[in-house]
């Protein structure tokens, strides 16, 4: 019989995680977080173009857009946000866009790549709870990425998700 710390010892030594343990508590976060220290958010959104006969505005990003907080890489966090989801099944959304507020990505430009994170979760999230804003846990990444709705910086691994309660 092999007991649980022979288990716990071997998975230790064969698993590279270095921001995580079994057990951990996750690292509460915010959106400002997702910025690199020193980078305020003013010097990241410029003035950008006004459509006045479309009624949009598009962002123009400097380089800091993209600048992302390294020290994020491999963190067990927890994070608020909202679902623009990728695909929908019956048993809810497994891949979607985290954002920091209702309608970032769909109706308004996107919010600059260190705004934007990409979650995937094994378990679906149900679809009629889509709204609802999120906590999402797990161990982010950071990873510049193209999608069809905007340039993101982060992803995250879930293994859990709640709603979040103001």
């Given at each position: 019989?092999?007991?649980?710390r022979?288990?716990?010892?071997?998975l230790?030594g064969?698993?590279t995680?270095?921001?995580m343990a079994?057990g951990?508590t996750?690292?509460?976060?915010?959106?400002e977080?997702?910025?690199p220290?020193?980078?305020?958010y003013s010097?990241?959104?410029?003035?950008g173009?006004?459509?006045?006969?479309?009624?949009?505005?598009s962002?123009?990003?400097?380089?800091n857009?993209?600048?992302?907080n390294?020290a994020l890489?491999g963190?067990?966090?927890k994070?608020p946000g909202?679902?623009?989801?990728?695909e929908?099944?019956?048993?809810?959304v497994?891949?979607?866009m985290l954002?920091?507020?209702?309608?970032?990505?769909?109706?308004?430009?996107?919010?600059?790549?260190?705004?934007?994170?990409?979650?995937?979760t094994?378990?679906?999230?149900?679809?009629?709870?889509?709204?609802?804003?999120?906590?999402?846990?797990?161990?982010?990444?950071?990873?510049?990425?193209?999608?069809?709705?905007?340039?993101?910086?982060?992803s995250?691994s879930?293994n859990e998700?709640?709603v979040y309660?103001?």
């Amino acid at each position: 019989m092999v007991n649980r710390r022979t288990v716990m010892m071997g998975l230790a030594g064969s698993v590279t995680a270095p921001h995580m343990a079994f057990g951990a508590t996750p690292r509460e976060i915010m959106w400002e977080d997702l910025i690199p220290p020193g980078v305020p958010y003013s010097e990241i959104i410029g003035e950008g173009d006004l459509d006045m006969e479309n009624d949009t505005w598009s962002p123009v990003y400097d380089a800091n857009a993209t600048k992302l907080n390294e020290a994020l890489n491999g963190a067990f966090i927890k994070m608020p946000g909202f679902i623009i989801p990728f695909e929908i099944s019956s048993d809810g959304v497994t891949d979607f866009m985290l954002v920091p507020y209702v309608g970032a990505c769909i109706h308004t430009p996107p919010p600059p790549a260190n705004q934007l994170v990409m979650v995937s979760t094994k378990t679906p999230w149900p679809g009629d709870m889509l709204w609802d804003p999120v906590w999402v846990t797990g161990t982010m990444r950071t990873q510049l990425q193209s999608t069809n709705l905007g340039q993101t910086g982060y992803s995250i691994s879930a293994n859990e998700m709640e709603v979040y309660v103001w």
